[in-house]
């Protein structure tokens, strides 16, 4: 099965820009990205979702090259209850059939 | 509107022992998920249910059954519980397929099998 693969971890400060990229090589031709964050002891909650080029909601922005085989969560001025473990979704084509891939998520540590 | 529910929260097993996991949605969504998490080891789905009398194996569905006989419910069975089974429980549900449609996650079950 392939890898979705991110970082394990990332640090930053209050009302910094923060980058997290996740790879899924075998992304399935028509699924989108999607990627969620997790808070301790809660489930996953819903972020953004985009399937080619940039989309921005209210909290942030996704960035995704036309190759798709990677994708770029993109958090404007982080404040301390942006702490949380963020996962990339994606389709799996591997194999044939699309299965649900979550990365193995990145525990973003804000301070101040 | 309560959107996603599991039952119970908590639950310590002795190996061997069986037992049954309950989602409940109330959004009227078609698809159904379940997926455990460890440490380490993101979320994998065990199984899922794209409508009510449906089920389809996932990436990890050994030692699992499901059921969904309402399109409400969604329920995870445990037969015969091993210690590697020891993990949280997330449930979720989804209007359309869960790669392209927002999943709404229950809040999580604890499971301990010693």
């Known amino acids: ?112 | 509107n309560a959107g996603v529910t599991q039952t119970p929260k908590f639950r310590v097993l002795k190996t061997g022992q069986s037992m049954t996991l309950l989602c409940a949605q109330d959004m009227n969504h078609e698809y159904m998920y379940w997926y455990r998490q460890d440490p380490g080891m993101g979320l994998r789905l065990i199984h899922y249910s794209v409508g009510e009398g449906t089920t389809a194996k996932g990436e990890v569905p050994d030692g699992y059954n499901v059921s969904r006989l309402k399109k409400q419910n969604f329920l995870l069975g445990l037969e015969s519980a091993a210690p590697s089974q020891t993990s949280v429980y997330f449930c979720a549900s989804s209007y359309g397929p869960g790669v392209n449609y927002e999943q709404y996650f229950g809040p999580g079950t604890r499971l301990t099998v010693t």
């Open chain 1, 1 to 112: 099965l392939a890898k979705t693969t991110q970082p394990i971890s990332m640090d930053s400060y209050e009302g910094q820009e923060v980058n997290i990229t996740c790879s899924h090589n075998n992304i399935a031709t028509n699924d989108y990205i999607t990627w969620y964050q997790q808070f301790p002891s809660q489930g996953p909650r819903f972020i953004i979702q985009g399937y080619k080029t940039k989309v921005t909601n209210e909290v942030a922005s996704l960035f995704i090259p036309a190759d798709r085989k990677s994708s770029t969560l993109s958090l404007p001025r982080v404040s301390l209850s942006d702490t949380a473990v963020y996962y990339c979704l994606v389709g799996d084509s591997t194999g044939g059939g699309n299965k649900l891939t979550f990365g193995t998520g990145t525990q973003l540590k804000v301070e101040l």
